[in-house]
């Protein structure tokens, strides 16, 4: 089955400045690639996704690019702020079915 | 109405007790998702309904029965459950293959379901 790797597990950045997080899957059969932020007692929340036929795609501060070939996928936020604060997940989907990463807790320091 | 919803918000519930969640959508989505999220962890699929037909259930223990009364309603019936099985319930919703729409999963805020 999908197995969903992402790293790092914590990253503390300082604001304004970048965020990187990066994932790999191994099931090759994975076209769907949605990421989550999840803010403590809340729902995840989609904040951006990306299809196996696109390598790249932008909105504002957020942007997410996928390598197929190496199985490969990150989230990349800009100009962090203190609000970005929250467990951001990865997830590989192929059909119905979505696997998620371990999840990233991200701290922006103001 | 873009929103999932689900009751109740807290549940506290005896290893012998029977109990009901449920999960609501209006927004004509035709495949609904239970996940179980434990504490500082990824949620984990459980069950997955497409045109109300249960289309995957990821060996989920029978302590666990879902039901699709229809497009908009779901539940999972609790029974027997054991401490271990505390978590927050999520449902889910998204449209189905079938419509050629996007997988996008819309989540509700969750049950917190503490088993004593």
């Known amino acids: 089955g999908e197995n969903v790797e992402q790293h790092p597990s914590t990253l503390s950045v300082q604001e304004g400045d970048s965020a990187v997080i990066k994932c790999t899957y191994s099931?090759?059969?994975?076209?769907?690639f949605p990421w989550y932020k999840q803010e403590l007692g809340k729902r995840p929340q989609l904040i951006i996704d990306?299809?196996?036929?696109?390598g790249e795609k932008k909105d504002q501060r957020i942007a997410v690019t996928l390598n197929k070939t190496a199985k490969h996928f990150s989230l990349h936020i800009t100009e962090t702020q203190p609000e970005d604060s929250a467990v951001y997940f990865c997830?590989?989907?192929?059909?119905?079915?979505?696997?998620f990463g371990a999840g990233t807790r991200l701290f922006v320091k103001a | 109405d873009t929103e999932v919803t689900q009751t109740p918000k807290h549940l506290v519930m005896g290893m012998t007790n029977k109990k009901s969640l449920k999960c609501e959508q209006h927004?004509?989505?035709?495949?609904m998702y239970w996940y179980k999220q434990k504490a500082k962890k990824p949620p984990e699929l459980m069950f997955v309904?497409?045109?109300?037909?249960?289309?995957i259930n990821e060996s989920v223990p029978s302590r666990f029965s879902p039901e699709c009364p229809n497009s908009s309603l779901l539940n999972l019936h609790l029974h027997a459950l054991q401490p271990e099985d505390s978590a927050l319930y999520l449902c889910?919703?998204?449209?189905?293959?079938?419509?050629?729409?996007?997988?996008?999963?819309?989540f509700g805020p969750g049950t917190r379901l503490t088993v004593t």
């Open positions: 889910a919703s998204s449209q189905g293959i079938l419509a050629g729409g996007f997988y996008e999963q819309y």
């Open positions: 099931d090759s059969a994975s076209n769907y």
């Open positions: 990306i299809r196996s036929n696109v």
């Open positions: 997830a590989a989907s192929e059909s119905f079915k979505t696997i």
């Open positions: 927004m004509g989505h035709r495949a």
């Open positions: 309904y497409s045109y109300e037909k249960l289309s």
